[in-house]
């Protein structure tokens, strides 16, 4: 008699890897099977690569090109781009998907944007794909409950080519945020409480996945800003189980199921949860009701602090790599311990990015401007052409206008700074983007990482400041 | 890819930790095509002071450093970023070993696929190591790949090298790994097959 065996309890990311996994090397890594690869203008030296060696992309269906890290944001024109050599590297891009016969959405698309804000309103990322992407914050689309990381150029080569990647499988950890946020307390105010708790490098070599009450009741676009920032704690990925919330985002979606496969679909997806009692490499709880507006004081992302705070003595930092990294930060911030951050002056706001630049993050910002004004220059990347489409539909964009913000068109814009949207340097910008390394938003430029809401409040006074106390009608 | 077996030199730190591949190399110079050589944008902003000048107290500025193959540098280096172009810098700039207590995740695989040894060291061995270099810059370090093992100066003793075991037997060869894959190809197109039935929506 075959005695009855329990199938072992699995985390998500067990299943979606097993479910990937075509073989397995006797040297331990898998070659993993990957279901969608998105390419954007940076890829260049994959496509290179793979032209070198007489090959082509081998499955262009699942291949799908974005242009938005390069792309200029006053116009819709490749000579719009700031500089020739800008320019010549939107045009490359375009050669290249023709070259290789993939979809894309170019610089004139309206689907074009961010690779991760356009990947889920595409329907392009769903539950239980593995999707990979040469840039590090694919991690971003893990919220939909798909195994989603970056990789180098090299491994994108081999994903044109094979359609597959080597990858050894990460540890993993659950990180369960409980309780409920208050009032002016935001996705993005939770994962900047998380690394801030675990450190810059805290989830190096793991796999997350966000559990809890908190998590389970913020919207596909909270979700999607809190597994952007898993990178920044040096996580492999980030993912939330889907659920009902999931489903309803992705029903319809252009290339999601269709009506006809979508008890298909969604019968495979309810599968995909972790089950109970699956064990997890480390577990870390945060108290969402403890969470409170975060802001950045330095230039690793896990110098954040609640907006009451103030800037850290180095002095008090435990180990001496910190004392020393938090001494060199604090003279490139030009700020001095014991400021507090609420009141700090800035130069100019920039509301954008992959982290915050979904249409509930113009409307939260919108919410906080209305009818106010901005003391310093301001403006507003949205997260792709569709979200701006609903912005001004809904009458965000004129909010944004009223208030004095400049509304630009979709991409990466002054996130990275590599379209010509630049920070000046010594200026400090209120950001709602997710780097806050030295000289990411050009040469000598000081980023403080906060919430859309915050980024507002900070717009209308010139000054970090706590959104909780604008939106009681202080200021 | 060229292969990498073992290799003696000097060792040059470059301290901080979480360094991310921004300082590594801007993100202005990433549309270079690799052929202009990307040495000249290694640590190009934090090795210049503000008027472009290069600083001569930056560790890589200092006499003699152009001669290191190994770097030892800090914590979660080459954590952000995935771009590529931070290991392209290092290559060109002759770096072939990094030592470290710990590394970006990208930035550790995209070493791998260009020959670039990632060495992970306990912080202690690491700090213990930045203070013989500061005493004795000359000091020499092996990365013994194929025994695995780094030997470094002084009393610091040797240290095995843990990297992935397909991953090193691809340095070790200079093995290509998109040609090994595609001697899997049957199995790729047998469990690709499988998979387009279950998830008909995935290519169209
Ligand atoms: S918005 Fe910023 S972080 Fe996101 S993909 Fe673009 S450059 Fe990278």
């Known amino acids: ?475 | 890819m060229r292969a990498f077996i073992r290799e003696t030199s000097s060792v040059v730190f470059v301290p901080g930790v979480n360094c991310d591949t921004d300082q590594i190399i801007p993100a202005r110079f990433i549309k270079a095509d690799r052929e202009e050589g990307y040495d000249q944008f290694l640590f190009h902003d934090i090795r210049r002071d503000a008027d472009g000048a290069l600083d001569p107290d930056f560790p890589l500025n200092r006499p003699g450093a152009e001669k290191a193959r190994i770097l030892l540098v800090e914590d979660n280096f080459g954590c952000g970023s995935s771009r590529e172009g931070a290991v392209y810098a290092l290559v060109d700039a002759g770096i072939r070993a990094l030592i470290a207590p710990s590394f970006g995740d990208i930035f550790c695989n995209n070493a791998l696929k260009n020959g670039v040894v990632p060495v992970r060291l306990p912080l202690a061995v690491c700090e213990a190591l930045a203070d013989h270099l500061a005493a004795n810059p000359e000091a020499q370090v092996t990365v013994d790949l194929a025994a695995g093992l780094v030997t470094l100066p002084g009393e610091l003793g040797s240290h095995a090298i843990v990297i992935a075991p397909f991953a090193r037997e691809c340095i070790l060869k200079g093995l290509d790994d998109i040609e090994m894959t595609l001697t899997y190809m049957d199995r790729i197109t047998a469990f690709e097959a499988a998979r387009l039935t279950d998830v008909p929506w995935l290519a169209r």
């Open chain 1, 1 to 475: 008699m075959v005695p009855v065996t329990k199938p072992a309890a699995r985390t998500m990311f067990a299943k979606i890897w097993d479910a990937h996994e075509i073989l397995r090397h006797p040297s331990g890594q898998s070659l993993l099977y990957v279901d969608r690869d998105l390419i954007h203008e940076g890829s260049f030296h994959a496509f290179a690569d793979i032209k070198r060696r007489g090959l082509q992309p081998r499955r262009p269906k699942q291949i799908f090109g974005i242009a938005d890290h390069y792309v200029p944001t006053r116009g819709r024109r490749p000579e719009d781009a700031a500089t020739p050599a800008i320019e010549r590297m939107i045009r490359t891009f375009d050669a290249n998907m023709e070259w290789g016969g993939v979809r894309h959405f170019g610089l004139a698309s309206q689907e074009q944007g961010i690779v991760h804000v356009v990947a889920p309103e595409q329907g392009i990322t769903l539950p239980g794909l593995t999707i990979v992407c040469s840039d590090s914050h694919t991690s971003t689309q893990g919220a939909l409950g798909a195994m989603a990381f970056g990789i180098g150029q090299s491994e994108n080569a081999h994903v044109l080519a094979t359609q597959t990647l080597w990858q050894v499988s990460p540890r993993t950890m659950r990180v369960t945020v409980d309780g409920a946020l208050g009032t002016g307390v935001t996705a993005k105010d939770v994962v900047l409480a998380l690394i801030a708790r675990i450190g810059a490098g805290g989830a190096g070599g793991y796999a997350i996945e966000y559990a809890g009450r908190v998590v389970r009741n913020l919207s596909i676009e909270g979700r999607l800003t809190i597994c952007n920032m898993s990178i920044e704690a040096a996580a492999r990925l980030g993912m939330v189980a889907p659920d009902e919330t999931t489903f309803r985002y992705v029903r319809g979606r252009h290339f999601g199921p269709t009506e006809e496969e979508w008890d298909l679909a969604l019968a495979q997806w309810q599968q995909l949860p972790s089950d109970e009692g699956a064990e997890f490499d480390t577990e870390i709880t945060l108290d969402g009701s403890a969470i409170a507006p975060m802001v950045t004081w330095g230039t690793s992302p896990d110098d954040a602090v609640p907006i009451t705070g103030r800037v850290p003595d180095p002095a008090s930092f435990a180990s001496s790599e910190k004392r020393k990294a938090a001494a060199k930060s604090l003279e490139y911030m030009d700020l001095t311990p014991g400021t507090p951050l609420d009141g700090l002056a800035i130069d100019r706001v920039f509301l954008g990015s992959c982290t915050n630049a979904r249409i509930e993050d113009l409307r939260a910002a919108a919410a906080v401007l209305q009818g106010r004004k901005a003391v310093v220059p301001a403006m507003v990347v949205p997260g792709s052409t569709q979200v701006r489409d609903q912005a001004e539909a809904e009458g965000l964009a004129q909010i944004f206008r009223d208030a004095g913000f400049e509304w630009r068109h979709s991409g990466c814009s002054m996130c990275a700074a590599m379209n010509g949207d630049v920070v000046g340097r010594g200026e400090r910008c209120a950001s709602t983007s997710n780097r806050n390394f030295v000289g990411r938003q050009g040469p000598g430029a000081r980023t403080h990482l906060l919430s859309p809401a915050m980024a507002a409040a900070a717009a209308i006074t010139g000054r970090l400041t706590d959104v909780r106390r604008l939106a009681e009608g202080g200021a």
